[in-house]
């Protein structure tokens, strides 16, 4: 099972530090076509979520891997939990529909690796 959270881990890890870095670094207009869901906001929040995407990014596989503050790890799982709860309302209220599963499935992912890294598989 650990070797499963590793990769779990390691997926969201790349899924959320590039869209991080996207958010954080594009002007919103850049990212409209391909995300349209950030006329919703502003300039600013919208480059806060990708830095919080790419803090968590960093949080999920740095402190596991050097073995200081482990405890970073669930939390930062847990954080994208929260994010992706956002996600997938912000995507229901503007009909994204296509969204809502992927949305899901990162979701999921970033509960177990929490479970995992709170609970029985913890460092």
């Known amino acids: 099972m650990n070797t499963v959270l590793w990769v779990l881990q390691i997926l969201l890890a790349v899924a959320f530090g590039l869209a991080g870095l996207m ?10 076509p391909k995300m349209p869901y950030v006329e919703d906001f502003s300039a600013g929040t919208t480059r806060a979520i990708g830095v919080l995407e790419l803090l968590a990014a960093l949080g999920l596989i740095l402190p596991a891997a050097t073995g200081i503050a482990v405890i970073l790890t669930p939390l930062a799982a847990a954080g994208l939990v929260i994010v992706m709860i956002g996600a997938v309302v912000v995507h229901a209220r503007r009909a994204e529909w296509g969204n809502v ?5 990162l979701l999921a992912a970033a509960a177990v690796v929490a479970w995992g890294r709170f609970g029985p598989y913890s460092f």
Not at 23 to 32: I, R
Not at 101 to 105: D, E, F, K, Q, R
Request: net charge positive; aromatic share 0%; glycine share 0%.
């Open 23 to 32: 958010k954080s670094t594009q002007p919103a207009a850049k990212l409209a």
């Open 101 to 105: 599963p992927v949305n899901l499935v």
